[in-house]
């Protein structure tokens, strides 16, 4: 009776520590942190300067972000869940956020609430630290799931949508551009998709931050629908592709940046026409907005393109400060004049 009695505890002491490194036990999502953001209105686009038209963008206001959470920042992609208040967004940290942009009485952004952070679990439910496993850069939303693009080690990943509870991935997607030729850092900081009544009927795009190929244009795919197929994007000057979202006319708007030690950062908008998204082809278009350190701006990495209350086009942009104390988070948004 003693031995069986010892055996017993025996045995459970052992099933207990099989259940801690158990695919269930890790399984279990990552907790939600929440954090207070303080938000400083930014009011001019240029500084010290009181325009607000800049090519066809109207500047609305802005907002420059901290908070003492010490995994606030490194923001790379955001997406309006409502449009103008509520939001998804992508850390390259491997963090998923959430929040709501409150206004004033004039529709301008004044400040951030119920920003919380997640850490994104990878498919057998764990955490994950590695920065080159967890380099979330693009992101698109359609139907309560999320779509994420990955850096160096390069995937296209789906999600379900839950502020609350964000769990594993449960679709890996082909993207379609050969894995060799994406580069290590330069992979797709662009997903999104295409115009629900356009050629492409919604379907997923990815453009690449700068995979060149041998005539030195950036690498990209249509990867769902009848139309799927590989094209790239003229490369303009030495800018290189952040985010890009589509307009309600079927072009595609691209966020760009640029840097060097000797000038710093800018930042440039770029319309890309919409049928020169197409397998085999080369998409291009104009330049309609470029801003360098002399304008309210830092490492722009995220944009989205969503339609305010009065049928106003409007276009938000977040930065990335990659948490260092020498860059801002920030958050802009502009008017798309059509006139």
């Not at 279990?28 to 953001?37: D, L």
């Amino acid at each position: 009776m003693i031995f069986s009695r010892r055996r017993a505890r025996r045995m459970l002491f052992v099933a207990c520590m099989l259940a801690c490194v158990s695919p269930a036990s890790a399984a279990k999502t990552a907790p939600v942190e929440t954090a207070e953001i303080s938000a400083r209105p930014i009011s001019q686009f240029h500084i010290g300067h009181d325009e607000t038209r800049f090519g066809p963008f109207e500047f609305v206001g802005g907002l420059e972000m901290t908070s003492p959470a010490r995994d606030f920042g490194a923001m790379s992609a955001l997406r309006f869940l409502k449009p103008g208040s509520d939001f998804i967004g992508v850390a390259d940290t491997g963090f998923w956020f959430f929040g709501t942009i409150t206004r004033d009485a004039d529709r301008r952004p004044s400040g951030m609430k119920n920003f919380r952070m997640q850490q994104m679990v990878d498919a057998s439910g764990r955490t994950n630290d590695r920065k080159w496993e967890v380099d979330a850069e693009g992101l698109a939303v359609k139907d309560g799931v999320a779509t994420v693009g990955f850096e160096r080690d390069q995937r296209v990943v789906q999600f379900k949508i839950d502020p609350d509870n964000m769990k594993a991935p449960f679709k890996r997607l082909d993207y379609l551009v050969p894995a060799r030729e994406l580069r290590q850092n330069r992979g797709f900081e662009t997903v999104t998709h295409a115009n629900p009544f356009g050629q492409h009927a919604g379907s997923l795009v990815v453009v690449s931050e700068r995979s060149l190929d041998k005539a030195g244009n950036v690498y990209a795919a249509v990867i769902e629908g009848p139309h799927k197929g590989v094209f790239t994007v003229k490369r303009n000057g030495d800018f290189d592709i952040t985010d890009g979202a589509f307009l309600p006319d079927g072009d595609l708007l691209l966020l760009e940046r640029s840097f060097s030690i000797a000038r710093g950062v800018k930042m440039r908008l770029r319309r890309i026409y919409g049928e020169s998204v197409e397998k085999g082809a080369v998409a291009d278009g104009p330049v309609l907005m470029e801003a360098d350190m002399g304008y309210q701006i830092d490492n722009m990495e995220g944009l989205d393109v969503w339609t305010r209350d009065d049928g106003a086009l409007m276009v938000s942009l977040i930065s990335d400060d990659n948490h260092s104390i020498l860059q801002r988070n920030l958050y802009l948004e502009f008017i798309l004049r059509q006139d």
